[in-house]
Nanobody, 123 residues
Framework: QVQLVESGGGLVQAGGSLRLSCAAS????????MGWFRQAPGKEREFVAAISWSGGNTYYANFVKGRFTISRDNAKNTVYLQMNSLKPEDTAVYYCAATTRPAASDARIYDYWGQGTQVTASS
């Protein structure tokens, strides 16, 4: 069992930056592939980024490439999402998720989810 708690969301002007954190409970954090997803009002949840167990491989949705960076610190049981050059269309609730299966963009393979943190980029 893994519990995930996101933090770091907030209100920022377009072009600004935020860093999201997701703290995981348990001693097997390094066994999990971690992902970030987001859901805007009236839209389906969508994949943002994922990172492999060791952090050696990362995966991004096309719409965040070059702007967002996912990373992890297994010693701190934490995964991060650095978001730069934020756009109004990035406004959403951001969720972190964990899975023991290989990294993928399909939300259905993720077994554990956090409660989400709101990110709002104003124009």
């Amino acid at each position: 069992q893994v519990q995930l708690v996101e933090s770091g969301g907030g209100l920022v002007q377009a072009g600004g930056s935020l860093r999201l954190s997701c703290a995981a409970s348990g001693r097997t954090f390094s066994s999990y592939v971690m992902g970030w997803f987001r859901q805007a009002p009236g839209k389906e949840r969508e994949f943002v980024a994922a990172i492999s167990w060791s952090g050696g491989n990362t995966y991004y949705a096309n719409f965040v490439k070059g702007r967002f960076t996912i990373s992890r610190d297994n010693a701190k049981n934490t995964v991060y999402l650095q978001m730069n050059s934020l756009k109004p269309e990035d406004t959403a609730v951001y969720y972190c998720a964990a899975t023991t299966r290989p990294a993928a963009s399909d939300a259905r393979i993720y077994d554990y989810w956090g409660q989400g943190t709101q990110v709002t980029a104003s124009s």
